[in-house]
């Protein structure tokens, strides 16, 4: 048969192409990294260390007994101490034990601090003697869990979004034991740990292994954490492939098969019920040698931090992943980017990298440490932070340790004892350098010693001195961030200039090493300008890794130390106008030059060109993660001179009408998004939940409540806004009573706006039970959201 020659060229144009790209892979990315022990690396003095400390004395100031209480509760014994309040006894009850696990385990390594070690091994003898209680090895903290695992077990399974047989995420809830278990054993060792995590794994597999693969994706469609992540984790342990199967069982097809395909299907969806999944896909994928599950979660990485993340590093308004082309909602909500995404985001991109260093994963964990992560804790009280909001002239709303117990303050308690993670990876015997942070390391198996010298990013340089044992021949990468750019890195050692490899993303020195060698190079940072990925004309600034903001007034911080009430973790201070925030108004397309370095040894800038009310201003920028108990701008409208009055009274008519209705708000809930939905008590009988275009909503064939808050007793009248849907029919009840409508709208967006009034109904009330309920056999449509009006 003859041969095409079209074909033969093209063939041969894609093997030139794959060799080319074969040889052009950066001098990392042709091996495999490994982590070292967090044992192994101390942090010294700086915002890093600072962070660690004040972590360290919010974990210690928990009560272990408190925390406990539930676990023991539920396997029959009597509690120490009472549980903690907030989310801790409103049914996801357990949950912050096991992060607390999680946080000892890490803080131990990190510090070796004795009574950090002491509290842990006092919560694993506590936990194991629940444990001991039953004879399956089940032990957890979810109210009615045993109960309820048996049912699954027996085949009864209701699974919606945010619950399970009638629990509020069981699964999400377990997964916390289960991976503070699993570190306690990898950060510290704890032999007791591991045969308790075994002992619980297999009681899973007892409860789940005789349900079918179309029972369990059932399953799957509440959220659950990493429960996969931990099944192959478990595998690794123990060597035992059974849990690696159980691992692919737990994976949830309808996310997995669209990003094997290369398909981004996030927008609308919950963001964190995503995420861990996914880690655990690529987790899955490098113990089954899976390149599909690889590239899905690699695809995933990509479409999130390149298309969906703001310049912190963060993702997400109220929770859920928004459209790509439009950042809108996040720039006009309370509800910013949520902590426990990027702790999660930050996790996938470590593992991602490990598997064969891509310098973007590491760039973006760099940035994401230094402007989301940092920045999330209170830097005295060491509160932690659930929203931050990207709205110009907002604030942060913090943790209190005694009365707050958000998924926020668990994984918060885990963040800051893992700084030193990966500061430092090797392959073999060589030595990467991948983050500029003052620590040491203690290599001992290759007798290595290394001390990072260097008060990045307060000042442009680092300094690495290296001991070893004896002499020996190895390589040391030093990585090349993409936030350098072109500027050279002048790398030294022993004050003389020495011949080394570089690529775009690191330095390559080989040589003797001989007693001890002092590898100096400075890192030069300059003012970037970014937009949002989507390219709407909102900017931020960045001065290397480090994003600026500015520190603005302190009125109406209301709630800045939350209390245990509901929704305490959203600041809800009003909304100050976002026409009044300064507009800036470049001469040209060149944004970068606005911004102008102050002191850069103290991190101060300054950004003008910037117009308010007319008149030209000027601000004073610093980094994000140094603004505290403050309202903030990160980003920046821009506009030119010719459109600037029209933006400005476009933004303020909406701006008005936003704010009237906020100010005459008094409760209001979100049909179908997870966190309103728990947190106003919702109940209901035969409704489902989904998405239309940037909403959620909520309908049902039965009827579905909320309780809401009538704070004052002020309530006249509620709004609620539905799909407009002719063959659709509810009614609004209030505490068992009918409410007729009184009139209905329609908004710019044909989304239609019913208003009842309140007057009939008792409404002296502190809270009132606000039921949507079906009639005239039609379902109740597309309710989306239910505002309860001064």
Request: glycine share 8%; with cysteine; aromatic share 10%.
């Amino acid at each position: 048969m003859r041969s095409n020659p079209l074909c033969l060229v093209s063939s041969f144009l894609i093997f030139i192409s794959l060799w080319l790209g074969m040889n052009q892979r950066s001098l990392a990315q042709r091996v495999k990294m490994e982590p070292f022990p967090l044992a192994s690396i101390r942090l010294a003095a700086g915002p890093l260390k600072d962070a660690q400390e004040t972590d360290l004395r919010y974990i210690l100031a928990l009560n272990p007994d408190r925390l406990l209480a539930p676990y023991l509760r539920e396997a029959g014994l009597e509690p120490k101490a009472s549980s903690y309040g907030n989310w801790e006894n409103t049914g996801l009850d357990g949950h912050i034990g096991g992060h607390y696990l999680s946080a000892l385990s890490l803080m131990a390594a990190a510090t070796e601090n004795q009574v950090i070690q002491d509290r842990l091994t006092y919560m694993l003898s506590e936990l194991k003697r629940c444990q001991n209680q039953d004879s399956d090895g089940y032990v957890g903290g979810i109210p009615g869990g045993k109960q309820m695992w048996n049912d699954i077990k027996r085949g009864k399974i209701e699974a919606q979004s945010f619950s399970l047989n009638g629990k509020w995420v069981p699964i999400y809830n377990i997964h916390k034991l289960f991976a503070g278990l699993i570190d306690a054993y990898r950060y510290t060792g704890n032999e007791h740990a591991r045969q308790m995590v075994l002992k619980l794994g297999n009681w899973w597999l007892s409860v789940f292994g005789g349900l079918t693969d179309e029972q369990i994706q059932t399953i799957l469609r509440s959220e659950h954490g990493g429960i996969n992540e931990v099944f192959a984790d478990l595998a690794q342990i123990s060597g035992d492939q059974k849990y690696l199967t159980m691992a692919k069982r737990l994976s949830h097809r309808a996310i997995l098969q669209p990003l094997i395909a290369g398909k981004d299907e996030l927008t609308g969806l919950h963001a964190n019920t995503q995420i861990p999944k996914v880690i655990g896909f690529e987790k899955i994928a490098a113990l089954a040698d899976s390149m599909s599950w690889a590239n899905a979660a690699r695809f995933f990485w990509e479409t999130v931090v390149e298309h969906r993340t703001v310049s912190i590093g963060g993702n997400s308004e109220s929770e859920h992943f928004h459209a790509l082309n439009s950042f809108g909602k996040m720039l006009s909500s309370r509800e910013g980017p949520e902590t426990c995404n990027t702790y999660n985001m930050m996790k996938l991109s470590k593992d991602l990298f490990l598997q064969g260093p891509d310098r973007k994963f590491i760039d973006y964990y760099e940035r994401a440490t230094y402007n989301h992560i940092l920045s999330s804790q209170h830097p005295k009280e060491g509160g932690f932070v659930y929203f931050t909001p990207m709205r110009p002239n907002h604030y942060r709303v913090y943790s209190q340790a005694q009365a707050c117990f958000w998924c926020c303050v668990g994984s918060g308690l885990e963040n800051h004892g893992k700084y030193g993670e990966l500061i430092y990876t090797h392959s073999g015997q060589d030595l990467y350098i991948n983050l500029f942070i003052p620590s040491t390391l203690k290599w001992q198996e290759q007798g290595i010693s290394l001390t990072q010298r260097t008060r990045f990013p307060y000042e442009q340089k680092s300094s690495v001195t290296i001991e070893v044992e004896n002499p020996k021949t190895f390589s040391v990468f030093i990585r090349k961030p993409k936030w350098l750019g072109k500027q050279p890195i002048n790398l030294l050692v022993n004050g003389k200039l020495i011949s080394y490899q570089e690529d775009k993303e690191y330095l390559k020195i080989n040589r003797k090493w001989v007693g001890q060698s002092i590898i100096t190079f400075n890192l030069p940072m300059q003012i970037n300008a970014e937009l949002l990925p989507s390219g709407e004309p909102w900017v931020s600034y960045t001065y290397g890794p480090i994003v600026l903001a500015s520190k603005n007034g302190t009125e109406d911080l209301k709630g800045l130390f939350a209390d245990d009430k509901r929704m305490g973790h959203i600041a809800a201070g009003a909304l100050l106008p976002m026409d009044a925030n300064p507009i800036l108004v470049p001469e040209s397309g060149e944004l970068n030059k606005y911004a102008k370095v102050l002191d850069a040894n103290k991190l101060l800038f300054e950004l003008d060109h910037l117009y308010k009310n007319g008149k030209a201003t000027k601000v004073t920028l610093q980094p994000f993660f140094s603004v505290h108990d403050a309202r903030y701008t990160v980003y920046w409208r821009t506009a030119d001179k010719r459109s600037l009055d029209s933006i400005a009274g476009v933004a303020r008519q909406r701006e008005e009408a936003q704010l009237k209705l906020d100010r005459q708000t008094i409760d209001v809930v979100v049909s179908g998004e997870q966190q309103p939905e728990s947190d106003h008590h919702m109940q209901q009988e035969d409704s489902y939940t989904g998405v239309l275009g940037d909403y959620h909503w909520r309908a049902a064939r039965g009827w579905f409540s909320y309780e809401m808050l009538n704070n004052g007793r002020q309530s006249k009248k509620i709004s609620i806004k539905h799909e407009h849907d002719a063959t659709a029919c509810y009614e609004l009840w209030i505490n068992d009573k009918k409410v007729s409508v009184t009139s209905r709208t329609t908004d710019a967006e044909g989304i239609d706006i019913s208003t009842f009034n309140l007057e009939a109904a008792d409404t002296d009330q502190d809270k009132l039970r606000v039921k949507i309920k079906a009639c005239n056999k039609k379902a109740t449509g597309k309710i989306l959201e239910i505002r309860l009006l001064k």
